[in-house]
């Protein structure tokens, strides 16, 4: 009898140690499948806002704008005049612009939060960038 105890137990190591190489296998996949590289949040497509100033009115007039955590964002000013675009981030900054269409002015928001961007002449409310 002990003979047959004795092959059985080989056995039990055998598909104990298959089902420990399987679980191990199955949690590393789901754990490559989550990807964290650090960059949690982050969208590398740049996104576009065009902002026209004409005969004193600016468009977009203040709309909420959804931006990732430190994805690339381009503002394009069209404008009659030359003027200043103010934007409520930390540090606070001035963004200038010319008269005619301009070389993007380029941002990035490295927390979440919500930020006001106007202009400041004349004083108007622009966008409203939701950084998520």
Do not use: W, Y
């Amino acid at each position: 009898m002990s003979g047959i105890t004795g092959a059985r137990g080989p056995r039990r190591v055998a598909s104990r140690s298959a089902l420990v190489v399987a679980l191990l296998a199955l949690v590393l996949s789901l754990a490559a499948c989550g990807g964290d590289d650090g960059k949690e949040g982050a969208d590398t497509e740049t996104k576009v806002v065009d902002i026209t100033l004409k005969d004193g009115v600016v468009t977009p007039d203040g709309g909420r704008i959804e931006v990732g955590v430190n994805q690339p964002v381009d503002l394009v000013v069209t404008s009659d005049v030359a003027g200043e675009l103010h934007l409520h981030s930390s540090p606070e900054q001035t963004l200038p612009f010319e008269a005619g269409e301009n070389d993007p002015i380029k941002l990035q928001f490295d927390r979440p939060g919500i930020i006001e961007l106007e202009l400041h002449e004349p004083a108007s409310p622009v966008a409203e960038f939701q950084v998520s």
